[in-house]
C-alpha cells in the first residue's frame, strides 16, 4: 500500500502515528500505531465499505458477547473505518503451543460460530457450498482454475451441503492469528472471516476440535479445497489441491 494511503490515520487524533510493520495477509499494509500513547493496530487495504462494515459490526458484536477480537476504534468523529484503514485494539498473549492451548482455541471457535448462527452472508463474499454452483466470490474465480480441479473442490464441499452455517474466522489453524493468556483466547486476523460452514473452522492442530474420523475427513478435504480455490494459483494453493482427492474418493 502507499505510504499515502496513511493520511487517514490522523482522523484517529493529531497524535496518531505508525510504528512499525507487523505481519498480515498479501491482501492489507498492517502497522503498529500509537493513539493517544497506547498501542493499536493499523489496517490498510482495498475492501469496500459494505466489507468493512460487515467485518467491523461483526467484531463490535462479539466483543459486546465477551469474546476476546481486536475490536475497532473509532475515528474521532465516530467512523470504525475510513478510506480503507481500519484501526483496532491491539491484543496481548502468545501463540498456541500444545494440545491443551489448541483445545482452547477450539472451545472458542465453537462459541464464536454458536453467536453467529443466521448471521448475513459479507458482501461479496460464497460460501463452500454456495461454490457447488457459482463459479466467483471476492477471491475465487473457479474458471481460473484447471476443470478437473473444480470438480475435486466442489465434491468435496458436496459433502458439507445440508449443514447449518455461521460466521467462520477463515484462518484460525494458523498460530499467528490466535493470542492467548491465561484468562481468554483471543481470535485476529478477521479478514478471510465470513459465513459458510462451521467445519472449515475445525481442522485445528492435534484434532483438537475432537472430531471423529468421518467428521475430521469431510472438514480436511473442503479445507483444502477452500484453501486451492481461494489462493489459486500460488504454491500453497497447488499443495493444497494435491490434498484434495479424487471425485469418486471423496466418500
Known amino acids: 500500500m502507499s505510504p499515502a494511503g496513511w493520511k487517514a490515520l490522523g482522523l ?19 502497522w503498529s500505531v500509537r493513539l493517544n500513547g497506547r498501542l493499536a493496530v493499523g489496517r490498510l487495504g482495498t475492501r469496500s465499505d459494505a466489507d468493512l462494515a460487515w467485518e467491523t459490526g461483526l467484531l463490535q458484536h462479539l466483543d459486546r458477547q465477551g469474546l476476546a477480537v481486536p475490536v475497532p476504534i473509532p475515528t474521532t468523529d465516530g467512523r470504525l473505518f475510513a478510506d480503507g484503514l481500519v484501526v483496532m485494539r491491539y491484543m496481548e498473549g502468545r501463540p ?37 454452483h457459482a463459479e466467483t466470490g471476492t477471491r475465487i474465480d473457479l474458471g481460473a482454475m484447471p476443470p478437473e480441479g473444480v470438480a475435486r473442490c466442489r465434491a468435496a464441499w458436496a459433502r458439507l451441503a445440508g449443514h447449518q452455517t455461521c460466521v467462520v474466522h477463515g484462518n484460525p489453524n494458523s498460530a499467528g492469528n490466535v493470542r492467548m493468556t491465561a484468562d481468554r483466547v483471543a481470535l485476529i486476523d478477521w479478514d478471510e ?59
Request: aromatic share 6%; hydrophobic share 40%; with cysteine.
Open 193 to 251: 472471516s465470513h459465513v459458510d460452514v462451521p467445519d472449515l473452522d475445525l481442522v485445528l492442530p492435534h484434532n483438537a476440535a475432537g472430531l471423529d474420523d468421518g467428521a475430521h475427513d469431510i472438514a480436511a478435504q473442503a479445507s483444502a479445497a477452500w484453501e486451492a480455490a481461494v489462493c489459486w494459483d500460488d504454491d500453497h494453493a497447488h499443495r493444497q489441491l494435491a490434498e484434495v482427492r479424487a471425485v469418486g474418493a471423496q466418500v
Open 96 to 132: 498456541p503451543e500444545t494440545e491443551a492451548d489448541w483445545r482452547r482455541v477450539a472451545d472458542t471457535l465453537r462459541h464464536l460460530h454458536r453467536l453467529t448462527q443466521g448471521w448475513p452472508q459479507r458482501p461479496g463474499w460464497r460460501s463452500s457450498t454456495d461454490l457447488l
Open 12 to 30: 484517529w487524533g493529531e497524535d496518531a502515528a505508525r510504528i512499525e510493520p507487523l505481519t498480515g495477509g498479501v491482501a492489507n499494509d498492517v
